[in-house]
């Protein structure tokens, strides 16, 4: 089992549409919880990061943490053509402490005008 | 534009061949990382240094080396390619050496073996 899993899509939604991204992860020594956007052609961009279990918004993005299920999520409400990227979910842990940061592969999304 | 600049930005070489990605970071940020992005394994964080010094190790192969200059630019080195090592590398600079701190990333280098 991959230490983080996420759907690839592609997603494709109409403009205005509420979209859910999703990953889940195994180990649970993970502790920050970061989303990533990266557009084509462009190195990733950090969008939002979490620490603990909850929602936290910023804008029209919230992120979503269940510590309990081992899943993250996160929402983009009234999706707008300038969304359409490839989102990336990121994890850290410390370990024997080093840090370890491990991406998800990545959910690519359209949001069509 | 995040401010970090990467060249070359596309490489062509054969395999057996060796090459050298460069990367230079914000001004004023002390650490950089390198990734490497593959259609099939997603982004992978390789390595980071923080001022000069090597921070931190991930699924960096043994063919490959990174090193930190005293002007804080940065240089992957990759040595006996293969045709799997086709893929994005990026370069990532923060201010501090933590990795919840913000990592700006470059835009890339596409390296193709051929």
């Known amino acids: 089992q991959k230490e983080v899993e996420q759907d690839p899509g592609p997603l494709s939604v109409p403009e205005g549409a509420i979209v859910s991204l999703n990953c889940t992860y195994s180990n649970s020594a993970f502790q920050y919880f970061m989303w990533y956007r990266q557009y084509s052609r462009k190195g990733p961009e950090l969008l939002m990061y979490t620490y603990s279990s909850g929602n936290k918004e910023d804008g029209r993005f919230t992120a979503q943490v269940d510590k309990s299920s081992k899943y993250i999520s996160l929402f983009i409400r009234d999706s707008q053509p300038s969304d359409s990227a490839t989102y990336l979910c990121?994890?850290?842990?410390?370990?024997?402490?080093?840090?370890?940061?491990?991406f998800g592969k990545g959910t690519k999304l359209t949001v069509n005008p | 534009d995040s401010g970090v600049t990467q060249t070359p930005k596309h490489l062509i070489t054969a395999t057996g061949q060796r090459v050298t990605l460069r990367c230079s970071p914000r001004?004023?940020?002390?650490?950089v990382y390198w990734y490497q992005q593959s259609l099939d394994q997603g982004l992978q964080f390789l390595i980071q240094?923080?001022?000069?010094?090597?921070?931190a190790k991930g699924n960096i192969l043994e063919r490959f080396s990174a090193q930190q200059f005293p002007d804080l630019h940065s240089e992957l080195n990759l040595s006996s390619l293969e045709l799997g090592d086709s893929a994005l590398y990026f370069c990532?600079?923060?201010?501090?050496?933590?990795?919840?701190?913000?990592?700006?990333f470059g835009p890339g280098t596409r390296l193709t073996v051929l």
């Open positions: 990121a994890m850290m842990a410390t370990q024997g402490g080093s840090e370890k940061l491990v």
């Open positions: 990532a600079s923060s201010y501090a050496s933590g990795s919840t701190d913000t990592q700006y």
């Open positions: 240094y923080y001022n000069g010094e090597e921070r």
């Open positions: 001004s004023g940020d002390l650490s």
